[in-house]
Structure formats: C-alpha cells, structure tokens
C-alpha cells in the first residue's frame, strides 16, 4: 500500500493540463485515422455521428477519469483504490487501475513503430532519400523502410529514447515543458500546411470529401468506427488523462477542460483532413487508408509540388510532435506508479520502463519483418495489440469507470469533484449511467461478433433501448446500491 509522503506534484497552470491533454489526445489517431474515416463513411454525416459520439461518451468519460485523478492524487492504480475506499468499497475495484495502465503501456509498444516511421520519412525527406520516385519506388521504399529490422528498430527505438527523455525529466520540466512548445508549433505548422492546401488547387474537393453530407454513405460501421475512435483519440481508459488529471490544481473545473480538450481534438482532426487531402487531390490521386496515404500518397504528392519538400519535412514534423507528444502521456501512468511505490527515482522509473518498452516494441516491430510468420488466429503481435486494446480494453475500462461512478460510489464525491451546477450534474448523471454504458456496449457486441447490429444502430432502437435501461437502471439502482455497500 502506497502512503504518498509528499503532495502531489502539480501543473504549473491550468494550461498545463490542458496543453499536456491535448498533447496527449491530439496523436496519431487524429492525424493518420481521422481524416481518412471521414471520407470513407460519409463526410458530414460521419462527422456528425462522431461530435455525437465525443458528447455522449467521450466527454463524460473524460470528465469521470479525471475527477478520479484528481480526488485520488495518484497513478490509475493508487487512484482508483483511494477513491474507491473512500466510499468504503472493495480495492478490487483498483483492477481498473492496473487495466488502464496496461493498456496504455500496450499502445505504445505498437505506437513507437509507427511514430518510428514519422520519424524515419522526416529524415528520408530532410535528406533526399525519396526524391525522383515514382508510385512504385514509394511502395517499394516503404517495404525495404519495415524489411529490415534494424533499420525499423532503430527508429522505434528513437521514439523510445525520446520518449523517456522527456518523461524522466518529470511532470513539470519534462512533459509541461515539452507540450509547451511542441502544441503551439504543431498548430502553426498545420495552419501553414492548411495555407499551402488552399493555393496548391485541391481545396474544394478535399472539403467536400470531408464535409459534403453523404448520409448515404454512413453505415453502421462507419458509426462503430467513430464510436471506437472517440476513446482512442480522447486517450480515454488508458491511464493517460486519470494520470494527467492527478496533476491537476484543486481549483480547477473539470467540465470547462474536459470541453476544452475534447473540442481542441476535434478541430486538428479536422484541420489535418484539411492540410492532407488538397495535396493528395491536386495531384489526381485518390485517397486511401493505412498507412499507404501518410507513407506512400503524401510523400509523393509533396514531391511533385513546387517547394514540396520543404512542406513535406513541415508535415512528418508535425506528425513526429504529434506522436511524441501522446506517447509520453501513455507512459506517464506507469512511472508514476512505479515513484510512488517502489521508492524509486522517476529517472529510474523511466529508464526502467523504457527498457520493458524497448523489448515489447521490437517484438512488435519484428511484426514487419523477421517475425511475418508469427501470427496467432491470423494476427501479428503488432495486430493483437491494437485489436486487443481498442476493441477490449478501452471499453472495458470505460464501461466499469462510469458504472462505478455512477452507481457505486458516493455521489458527494463526484459532487465535489465535479462542482457542476445540479442541472449539469443530472446531466452528467444520466450520461454516466445510461448513455455511456449503453453506447460502450454496442461496442462490444459488435467485437463479440454476435450481430453486425444492423438493426442496433438505428435510432429509434437505441433510444428505445436507452429508455428502457434508464427506466430499469433508475427503478433498481438505490437497491443496486444497497446491496453492493452489502
Ligand atoms: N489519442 C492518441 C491519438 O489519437 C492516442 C492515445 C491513446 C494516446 C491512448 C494516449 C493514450 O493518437
């Protein structure tokens, strides 16, 4: 058991927080997936579903995780157990804790390799190594970049190395200091790569593959996709933003940074649709996903543009900052963990963590490589990961983060907490109870695999079924209570 001798180290401002969380949700995700998700499943109407889906679930979650921060001053683990207690309920609960903090461990040993490759085509580009090629040489340098493992593994490596670097300099000279710069510079390099779509003659048919509201393309998966990425973006269930939030002054609202973060995340998904697919137009090309459009589209079309180069290094740039800038908050749970309980300092916490890191990752790297031939039930290690945490973990961790909130513990404690205006708690309530649940658990039984849901994602079935279990959950909940205070 853990008895902090100290109190908790703090943000220096509130700005702290909010630039370290955006830092933290603005990732990868938003550059690599969004934009892409949005053209394929309907522009408009996809990005509609998606606000829906960050209002009903995401900021809610979001919210509950850092109340759980703060009350519980500690890493996901400490946290959880403290809050729990405090209500008098079992530690088991502080097994959410332990999940989140794996999970976000478990994305980064995939995320370095992928960062690695933001890093790899930064320094291709910075040095002239995909100058001249064509559609087929761009293919085949993004084979040769994964073939060989010592080449992939260093860059994943230097993802590591920084990553440490940064997080062993601690919360306020490490990862505030860091945000403070990279968040505002990622910004201007987006709004400059943003200009240079504007001139570079792909403008309107980027927006309107991004915002053109083609309900017709809008499927149940397309909802599924924006329900999913909703937890991936906002970093939500990882351990990440319970950590954050455990840095953060007593005085400060959770709902208006919650607001502030979520809607920063959303405004750079879609600028980046907005830097990316004006180049990927105005050279003829159609878009893709995976990693062919960042890796293989983009490069080229920057190539084949006046000063392209130039604005191809700003782009992996920013893509590196992004990336960084997340990766450290995923890492953030466990070396505070590890300060707080092993009586270690946080340099070797890090250094600590990074070396498990480094020997998980390279397994996860060699995915591409030596280890093509080792799949289980047909996927990679660098598969399961991702499938294993987005599909399993998240849910699962946000689903029994709002059930305990909303109806295990004490309803001071979120009151407090909180502070919202009883109309805004109700809110919050109802959200944390009912909604959230609910769309957490379309999640999983599409995962499970048991119906694609194409009747499930209608609306008139999911509101009926929200009525219900709000009337079902309202009626049995003060028993429900009861009885699990035993
Ligand atoms: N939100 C990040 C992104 O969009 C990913 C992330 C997940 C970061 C979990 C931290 C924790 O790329």
């Known amino acids: 058991m853990t008895t902090q001798q100290q109190p908790r180290v703090q943000w220096l401002s509130r700005w702290g927080f909010v630039l370290a969380a955006t830092g933290s949700a603005v990732g990868l995700g938003n550059i690599w997936k969004f934009p892409y998700m949005t053209g394929e499943h309907g522009g408009g109407a996809f990005v509609l579903v998606y606000l829906v889906c960050i209002l009903a679930v995401g900021v809610p979650v979001m919210m509950t995780e850092i109340a759980f921060g703060r009350r519980g001053r500690g890493s996901p683990i400490d946290a959880v157990r403290r809050v729990v207690s405090e209500s008098g309920r079992s530690s088991v609960w502080s097994l959410l804790g332990w999940m989140a903090m794996l999970c976000g461990f478990m994305i980064l040993s995939f995320y370095v390799v992928v960062a690695g490759w933001s890093f790899s085509y930064l320094w291709k580009m910075l040095t002239g190594g995909l100058a001249g090629s064509g559609v087929d040489d761009m293919a085949a340098i993004f084979v040769a970049n994964n073939e060989n493992p010592f080449n992939l593994g260093f860059w994943s490596t230097l993802v590591t190395l920084a990553t440490m670097l940064i997080v062993g300099k601690g919360v306020q000279a490490g990862i505030e200091k860091s945000v403070s710069w990279m968040m505002p510079g990622m910004v201007i390099m987006l709004l400059i790569l943003i200009g240079y779509g504007v001139f570079s003659g792909g403008f309107g048919e980027a927006w309107s593959f991004l915002f053109s509201f083609n309900t017709g393309s809008l499927s149940s998966e397309g909802m599924l996709a924006a329900l999913g990425h909703a937890f991936f973006t906002l970093s939500l269930a990882s351990g990440a933003i319970l950590t954050y939030g455990s840095y953060l002054p007593a005085g400060a609202s959770i709902a208006r940074t919650t607001l502030g973060v979520a809607v920063a995340d959303t405004l750079v998904a879609l600028m980046a649709g907005l830097a990316i697919f004006p180049v990927i137009f105005a050279n003829g090309m159609s878009p893709e996903g995976g990693p062919g459009l960042l890796f293989m589209s983009l490069p080229l079309a920057f190539q084949a543009m006046p000063m392209g180069t130039l604005f191809g290094v700003l782009f992996f740039i920013m893509l590196s900052m992004a990336a960084l800038t997340s990766s450290i908050s995923m890492v953030e749970a466990t070396v505070s963990w590890l300060v707080d309980n092993k009586g270690i ?70 009151r407090e907490e909180l502070g919202l205006a009883p109309h805004w708690h109700a809110l919050w309530l109802f959200m944390v109870r009912y909604v959230s649940p609910l769309g957490i658990l379309v999640i999983f039984v599409d995962a499970l695999g048991i119906a694609r849901l194409q009747f499930g994602l209608h609306w008139p079935w999911l509101l009926g079924v929200l009525v219900l279990i709000t009337l079902i959950g309202e009626l049995a909940s003060p028993r429900l209570r009861r009885t699990l205070a035993g």
């Open 345 to 414: 300092t946080r340099r070797t916490a890090a250094w600590g963590t990074g070396i498990v890191l480094w020997l998980v990752s390279t397994l996860a790297m060699l995915s591409f490589n030596v280890g093509a031939d080792w799949t289980l039930a047909g996927k990679h290690f660098f598969d399961w990961l991702d499938y294993l945490t987005s599909r399993w973990m998240m849910p699962l961790g946000g689903l029994g983060m709002v059930l305990l909130a909303g109806f295990v513990l004490k309803s001071e404690t979120f």
